[in-house]
């Protein structure tokens, strides 16, 4: 029974499957933008410090609301500073609190989701009508309360966030769990006396990993819009730091005088929650195992 639990769990087409999911999604040529576009994000974050930038909260009284030229490709705001280099450096506010939400979300939804579906019974029963609960609320409006009991800041913002989304995390795992451990690969396992514990590790995470990892991807952009939204209610990244949505909250007093300033912020959040969207749509394709 032991090699038959161990052949069942390690089969050919288990082995081909990385390689057939990522040919579907080299194939996806939305999923590539969308990639594209993260990993653009991505490495203007990273690189903010060594590029030939003005510094983000660095003011001049002399270049003030000045449309975009030469000097400053993307204008100035109301104090003078390089639209550009907030732009820069706001990027890394955003994906930080995009990946860390998530990550939390994950790292608690995923767990209670797995213990949820795997046992039943009252287990069960308790960790499904808390979830309920929280679900019954307003994704954002749970961040807000959170963030404003928490205080303003990028961190207590990022807790707010990953908290309100774990509630999805833990449906959508016990869904999932509830689905796989009845395959005989399973029944097998607790026949030959596995713990619960490597059973739940060995033989349930690893296939249910798939559709955690696509609600992720997606989740993040999600979590992106939520992190500009409370910054953009004073609740996020505190000035003088960059964040696309404090600049946004800034700009809405100038759309007329200076429209730039809400014009970038504004297009680098849709570019990146659609580059994200792309993404998870084109994993969600090459992950199916139905999908050829």
Same mark, same amino acid.
């Given at each position: ?16 499957? !990385? ?23 991505? +490495? ?22 000045? +449309? ?10 109301? $104090? ?55 679900? +019954? ?12 009991? $928490? ?87 505190? !000035? ?7 600049? $946004? ?15 970038? !912020?504004? +297009? ?25």
């Amino acid at each position: 029974m032991s090699t038959i639990v161990q052949t069942t769990a390690a089969t050919p087409s288990a082995k081909r499957a !990385p390689n057939r999911a990522w040919r579907k999604l080299r194939a996806n040529k939305g999923a590539l933008v969308g990639l594209a576009i993260i990993l653009f994000f991505t +490495a203007l974050a990273a690189l903010a410090s060594l590029l030939p930038i003005p510094d983000p909260v660095a003011t001049s009284w002399s270049a003030i609301r000045k +449309a975009p030229s030469a000097a400053h490709w993307l204008g100035t705001d109301d $104090l003078g500073r390089d639209i550009l280099s907030r732009m820069i450096w706001g990027a890394r506010a955003s994906l930080m609190a995009g990946v860390f939400s998530v990550a939390i979300a994950v790292a608690i939804g995923v767990p209670f989701g797995l213990i949820s579906g795997y046992y039943g019974g009252w287990i069960d029963q308790i960790i499904s009508r808390i979830t309920e609960a929280f679900l +019954a609320m307003p994704f954002l409006i749970t961040a807000i309360a959170l963030a404003a009991f $928490l205080g303003p800041s990028l961190t207590n913002a990022m807790i707010a966030i990953g908290f309100s989304a774990t509630p999805v995390f833990v449906r959508l795992t016990r869904g999932q769990v509830l689905a796989v451990k009845t395959e005989d690969y399973v029944e097998g396992a607790r026949s030959i006396g596995l713990t619960h514990f490597s059973i739940i590790t060995r033989y349930i995470l690893p296939n249910v990993f798939a559709p955690i990892l696509v609600q992720a991807t997606l989740t993040i952009a999600t979590a992106i819009i939520a992190e500009a939204s409370l910054s953009f209610l004073g609740l996020g990244q505190q !000035p003088p730091a960059p964040s696309w949505g404090s600049m $946004l909250n800034v700009a809405k007093n100038y759309l007329e005088q200076a429209p730039w300033m809400a014009m970038w !912020p504004g +297009a680098a959040i849709f570019l990146v929650v659609i580059g994200f969207n792309l993404l998870g749509d084109g994993l969600r394709d090459a992950l199916d195992p139905r999908e050829a």
